[in-house]
């Protein structure tokens, strides 16, 4: 057992890592810039707009470089020989993308450089003009150009848009704007396609964006939500207590009720009890959670019918730490009770029949039959030699428990205005908070990892018949 274990463990190791990887591919091709999601841009008028736009600037590359995107993304990455190893410090990702396409067109860097180059002269001076309401609309206009041709990819768009970009020109941009058509002209005339032909690898070390990544996630820093600035591990510390605590109890709650009911099913297979046990628990699975949820608020939760528990929330207003700890727990189970018993019913009818269904094929084993010829009383038949070995099927789900425990329900978690997993992961997603959503499924995915290890230990005790150390 300790050999196969050990042989488990390090296969966990590629597969974590394979896990980590996705998960860190997934949230780079996320679409737009962290940085700005991060930051509120203001633009400045008057005397001062090159001054704000400076600081505006050192802001996002402050950002840039607390978040650690002014560092390569992997420890190596085969390019083409025109893509320099140098093209992930551009700041803005649009841009980045953009040079990166004109690299793979036109083959040459230098050229490519140059152009970007004057792209930020012409952008520095447009903010170095002092403001003339004369050019007015055009001042605008040629702004929002710019900015558009600093993220155009195609050549042929970069024409039109110089075209645009000369009618909207105001006089003291002229010589900035001959600088910019020469480079861009020279873009076609300078190409090396034979450069994009040629693989390369270029190779950063330890200092890199996945690393970093990596290293804090064993540390149990996630990074910073783009949503409200805070630390992953602190919002989701306290979110996973409150998702914790009740799917654990309902799953806790779910396998003590449905367990016995399976076995009483199977025992009495065919007979009035059977079809009451399935007729019920068949019932209760076919009710929504969301519409139980609902009409339990209705029915138990005040207004015009009964008011035996809270409506939401986890807590009292009043609850305080200078509570016993016994009043505060009791002011919990108080909230908790009945999302607690919304999340379990509908579990029971699968696990009841999964029970259900192993112990009438355990029953039907021989072993069984020269239990009962011995004259042993049924009930040790049934719960000393029948029960243990009908668990496999049940055990196996525990794989899926473990990230179930800190998953959340989304729709019951806002029902019952419970903060917990899934609405802070429901909240993650429509706020595109992808750093959120990401340490979300790779918890989920380490987790799965741990319940699968467990449940193979546990198939060696239940069935005995099960041995890791023979071949």
Same mark, same amino acid.
């Given at each position: 057992?300790?050999? @196969? ?8 190791? !590629?597969? $974590? ?66 893509? !320099? ?13 953009? +040079? ?33 309401? /004369? ?23 970069? $024409? @039109? ?15 900035? @704007? ?26 950063y070390g330890i200092h890199n964006q996945y690393h970093r990544w990596l290293t804090g996630l064993f540390r149990g820093d996630f990074g910073i939500s783009y949503q409200d600035k805070r630390p992953i591990s ?54 929504? /959670? ?34 016993? $700890?016994?009043?505060? +727990? ?14 379990? @019913? ?16 355990? +029953? ?12 042993? !009383? &049924? ?18 789900? $525990? ?9 959340? /329900?989304?729709?019951? &978690? ?32 380490? +987790? ?24």
């Open positions: 057992m300790g050999a @196969y274990l050990l042989r488990r463990v390090l296969f966990f190791i !590629p597969t $974590l890592f394979v896990i980590t990887l996705l998960s860190f591919l997934i949230s780079q091709s996320a679409p737009g810039d962290p940085v700005e999601q991060m930051l509120t841009a203001k633009a400045g008028s008057g005397g001062e707009q090159l001054a704000e736009r400076q600081a505006t600037q050192q802001a996002y590359l402050d950002k840039r470089r607390e978040l650690g995107l002014d560092l390569p993304l992997f420890y190596f990455a085969i390019a083409p020989l025109a893509e !320099p190893d140098t093209l992930y410090r551009i700041p803005q990702v649009k841009t980045q993308e953009a +040079l990166r396409r004109l690299v793979y067109e036109f083959g040459n860097w230098r050229s490519v450089q140059r152009y970007y180059q004057v792209l930020q002269r012409v952008d520095s001076a447009f903010f170095s003009i002092s403001s003339d309401t /004369s050019w007015g609309e055009r001042r605008t206009d040629f702004r929002a150009i710019l900015i558009l041709l600093s993220q155009e990819k195609e050549y042929g768009e970069i $024409l @039109y848009k110089l075209h645009q970009l000369q009618n909207k020109l105001i006089p003291p941009l002229y010589p900035f @704007y001959q600088e910019l058509l020469a480079a861009v002209e020279a873009l076609p005339k300078e190409a090396q396609p034979w450069k994009v032909y040629i693989p390369v690898v270029h190779w602190q919002k989701l510390g306290e979110a996973i207590r409150w998702s914790l605590v009740i799917n654990f109890i309902s799953i806790l709650l779910a396998y003590f009720i449905a367990i016995p009911l399976g076995v009483t099913s199977a025992v009495h297979r065919g007979a009035l009890r059977d079809r009451a046990v399935s007729f019920t628990l068949f019932m209760l699975y076919s009710l929504p /959670s969301f519409w139980v949820g609902t009409m339990a608020i209705v029915f138990l939760c005040g207004g015009d019918y009964l008011s035996l528990f809270p409506p939401g929330g986890v807590q009292s207003t009043e609850h305080s730490g200078e509570w016993s $700890l016994i009043a505060r +727990l009791g002011d919990w189970a108080y909230h908790l009770v009945l999302p607690v018993i919304v999340y379990t @019913y509908g579990s029971l009818a699968f696990l009841s029949r999964q029970m259900r269904t192993a112990l009438l094929e355990t +029953l039907q084993q021989d072993y069984i039959r020269t239990a009962r010829a011995k004259g042993l !009383p &049924e009930a040790v038949v049934i719960w000393k030699h029948a029960f243990r070995n009908s668990l496999i099927p049940i055990i196996t789900l $525990l794989a899926s428990v473990f990230p179930a425990m800190i998953s959340g /329900s989304v729709i019951l &978690e806002t029902i019952f205005s419970i903060p917990g997993m899934g609405f802070v992961s429901y909240g993650a997603m429509v706020a595109r908070d992808y750093p959120v959503i990401i340490a979300v499924f790779t918890i989920g995915a380490i +987790l799965t990892l741990i319940g699968i290890l467990i449940a193979d230990i546990l198939y060696a005790v239940v069935d005995p018949r099960i041995s890791y150390t023979k071949r």
